[in-house]
């Protein structure tokens, strides 16, 4: 089973650092947010790991609270957006 959390782990880091490159060097604002959006989504994914690796669920609040936040972000630079046209 930590075989396979490591290998999900560095999956994740993988992931993580080419979403934060994105959003570093993105050539538009959308990149930047999309790639943000797909960090949050990567935070949310390694919680949830570690609720099915340690059995408990102390971290669902969190879990929720960070998917709101994506949900309302995301439609929030995406009417931005579409005004601005």
């Known amino acids: ?3 396979v959390v490591g290998i999900i782990a560095v999956m994740l880091g993988v992931a993580a650092l080419c979403a934060i490159y994105r959003a570093a060097v993105g050539p538009s604002i959308l990149d930047r ?3 943000v959006d797909v960090l949050l989504a990567i935070v949310g994914g390694a919680l949830a790991v570690d609720m099915v690796f340690n059995r408990h669920t102390d971290n669902l609040v969190l879990l929720v609270a960070i998917s709101i936040i994506g949900f309302i972000a995301s439609v929030t ?3 931005f957006v579409t005004d601005r046209k």
Do not use: D, E, I
């Open 33 to 35: 947010v999309l790639a």
């Open 1 to 3: 089973m930590s075989v």
């Open 77 to 79: 630079v995406a009417r």
